[in-house]
């Protein structure tokens, strides 16, 4: 089946999502165009990559991954293997030591 008919048919399940859609896809189908649309650090990792911002949007994503149309999925891949991380902002924790001395 086609990429693009099975994520019309997976949209159809109640409770499946776009972000579901593509992750089933990636793996599934081993489709190279399927972006997860929706994750939560994805567009921050693949902005920062392409940008140097430390946040972007999933449109912002989309429109740094349009050049790649067809294999963005892989791109996202790649960069990731380059070592694409967004800088982190949370707060630290510093562990207190509870040992008996």
């Known amino acids: 089946m086609a990429s693009a008919q099975a994520h019309a048919r997976l949209m159809t399940v109640p409770g499946i999502g776009i972000w579901t859609a ?3 896809l990636q793996r599934a189908n081993g489709d190279p165009d399927a972006v997860s649309v929706g ?10 990559f392409f940008s140097g911002r430390a946040r972007s949007t999933d449109e912002q994503m989309l ?4 050049p790649y149309a067809g294999q963005r999925h892989r791109v996202c891949k790649l960069a990731f293997l380059a070592g694409a991380r967004a800088p982190r ?3 630290r924790l510093a562990p207190n030591d509870h040992r008996s001395r």
């Open 89 to 91: 902002f949370g707060p």
């Open 22 to 24: 593509a992750e089933t």
């Open 63 to 66: 429109e740094h991954l349009a």
């Open 39 to 48: 994750d939560y650090h994805l567009a921050n990792h693949i902005g920062h």
